[in-house]
Structures are given as C-alpha cells and as structure tokens.
C-alpha cells in the first residue's frame, strides 16, 4: 500500500468515527434535501446488505434500519456526515424484491432514475452486489441505469464472510470481467464483509475519495 493510500485511510477513519446523522427520508422527488454538498449513493437489491455496509462503515450499529424482511427500505435515506457538513450518504430502496407489488416496483424506477438523472450533487454510486451471487440481471438493468445516467459508480462485493477465499477469488474476477465494457464503471472492486470489517476502511477511503475529487 502506498503511503498515499494509508494517508486517505486514516483520514477517513477520523471523519468516520466523528458526528454522522440521519438527516432525512425521502419518500418522493419533493423531498430530496438541496444539493448543497456532494453525495455518495448506496444502491443494491433488497437484503444484499446496504443497511449493514452503512453501519459498519459509521461503526454506528443504529443508523442505518437493517432486517430479515427484504424491501425494508423503500425511501432515499440522507445521512450528514461530519461537522460542518463534509457531504451526504445515501441510502436506496433495495431492488429486485420479487415479492414486491408492481406499483412499488413502479414507483421505485421513477424515484431512482429521476435521483440519479437529476443530481449533480451525486459524485459516486456504489453497487453493492452479494458475493455468494454475482451480478443478476436485476443487477445488470441498475448499471444500465447508471451508465445511461453517466453517474459513476463502483461494485462493491458484500458478505464476503459467508464463502471461501477461492470462492471470493472467482466471484470477485467474474465481476471485474462482467463490468469491464461498462462506461461509468470504476473498473477496481471492493470487497467487504460488514459481519467482519473487511473492506472497510478501504471503503471508507473510496468514500472519501469520491467526494473529494473535483
Ligand atoms: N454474514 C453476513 N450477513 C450480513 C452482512 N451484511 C448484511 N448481512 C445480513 O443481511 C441481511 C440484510 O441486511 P440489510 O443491511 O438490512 O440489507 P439491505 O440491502 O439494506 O436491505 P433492504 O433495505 O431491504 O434493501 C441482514 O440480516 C444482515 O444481518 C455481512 O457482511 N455478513
Ligand atoms: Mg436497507
């Protein structure tokens, strides 16, 4: 690691472990908070682990509302990170519930596409992608989302704790490989494991990262 990096990592140790709040919830467009910082957007399907990779992030185990129930989250979530205000977090309704009723499926699309269309704030998305499954097609039509948005966005591989290292290996290749030819993709993955706190303090600086630069 290049003492650039280690630089980054620490930094972002400190603002992550320094004042963090929910801010709001935004159910529709007309809630959205003004985009008067930038923000990074925590996009995956339904219990891949947003909540979790939220919390383990702020090491603050309430923040984000976590569950068994898949579609607990259904609003965008708006976490203030640091005093003064250094930018946003957000948390996104999962997606590919299959249970879900067609009007929330509905209703969700426009929310997302016309967040992520709007948003100049939104400097970084990352998708989150479970690594017991790889990228579904539920996960292929949200990076067609992004890349028709031109919003940048990097994968971030979740629950790394519940396969083996060979099993990581390969999901983690078979990843890079899938979204290689994709424009707004970073083309480096991050693997985590909430349960764990691997990744973290990569993910942390990937965070800060995104934020700072330009
Ligand atoms: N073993 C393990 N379990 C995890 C990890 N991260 C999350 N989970 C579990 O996965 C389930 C779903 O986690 P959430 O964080 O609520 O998932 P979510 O993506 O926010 O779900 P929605 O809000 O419904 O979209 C919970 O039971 C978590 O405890 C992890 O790193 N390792
Ligand atoms: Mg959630």
């Known amino acids: 690691m290049t003492e650039e ?26 809630f959205l908070p003004d985009m008067d ?54 948390d ?14 509905r209703k969700w699309k426009f929310l997302v596409n016309d967040y992520l269309r709007g948003r100049a704030s939104l400097k970084r998305a990352l998708v989150l992608i479970d ?20 919003v940048s966005y990097r994968i971030v591989l979740t629950k790394a704790d519940k396969i083996k290292a060979s099993e990581l290996a390969a999901v983690t290749q078979a990843t890079a490989d899938a979204i290689r030819k994709r424009p707004a993709a970073h083309p480096d993955i991050i693997v985590t494991s909430s349960e764990k706190g691997m990744g973290i303090p990569q993910l942390r600086a990937a965070v800060l990262q995104s934020v700072t630069q330009g």
């Not at 990779?53 to 984000?64: D, F, M, Y």
């Not at 996104?92 to 499926?105: R, S």
């Not at 690594?131 to 031109?150: C, P, W």
């Open 5 to 30: 990096n280690t630089d980054l990592i620490e930094e972002a140790r400190k603002l992550f472990s320094g004042p963090i709040a929910f801010l709001k919830s935004a159910p529709t467009l007309d």
């Open 131 to 150: 690594s017991r499954h790889g990228v579904k097609d539920v996960d292929n039509d949200m990076l067609d989302m992004l890349d028709g948005a031109a």
């Open 37 to 90: 910082v930038n923000e990074v957007a925590f996009a995956g399907r339904s219990n891949v682990g947003k909540s979790s990779l939220l919390n383990a992030l702020t090491n603050r185990n309430g923040l984000a509302r976590t569950s068994n129930t898949p579609g607990r989250t259904q609003e965008l979530n708006f976490f203030d990170v640091g005093v003064p205000l250094q930018f946003r977090l957000v």
């Open 92 to 105: 996104m309704p999962g997606y590919g519930y299959a249970k879900a009723p067609k009007d929330v499926v």
